[in-house]
Nanobody, 124 residues
């Protein structure tokens, strides 16, 4: 089973960019669909993006379409989230999650393995 560990969060000004990484040192990473979710204070968890084991089958949440890019490097057991055009409303804890197989799902409940999250703060 994968054990996701996120990195790359921090403080950035509105309009700026940030790249998050999620690496797993365990499990057959290339067999897992991976996804990013986020949760802002006082709000429910929100789907951000997902990518299938081959690096295709990509879906984005409506609020990040055209600004965020998800990708993966299976040789490095890492999935990335490139975040461009950041806005204050993107401020949240971003978590990486994995589920075995190819099934496309944007529901957090469908993902079995979660990282601890990394904080992103966008100043306006």
């Amino acid at each position: 089973q994968v054990q996701p560990v996120e990195s790359g969060g921090g403080l950035v000004q509105a309009g700026g960019s940030l790249r998050l990484s999620c690496t797993s040192t365990e499990g057959s990473f290339s067999a897992y669909r991976m996804a990013w979710f986020r949760q802002a204070p006082g709000k429910e968890r929100e789907f951000v993006a997902t990518i299938n084991p081959a690096g295709s089958g990509i879906v984005y949440g409506d609020s990040v379409k055209g600004r965020f890019i998800i990708s993966r490097d299976n040789a490095k057991s890492t999935v990335f989230l490139q975040m461009n055009g950041l806005r204050a409303e993107d401020t949240a804890v971003y978590s990486c999650a994995g589920r075995l197989g190819w099934t496309l799902t944007t529901s957090g409940a469908a993902y079995d393995y979660w990282g601890q999250g990394t904080q992103v703060f966008v100043s306006s």
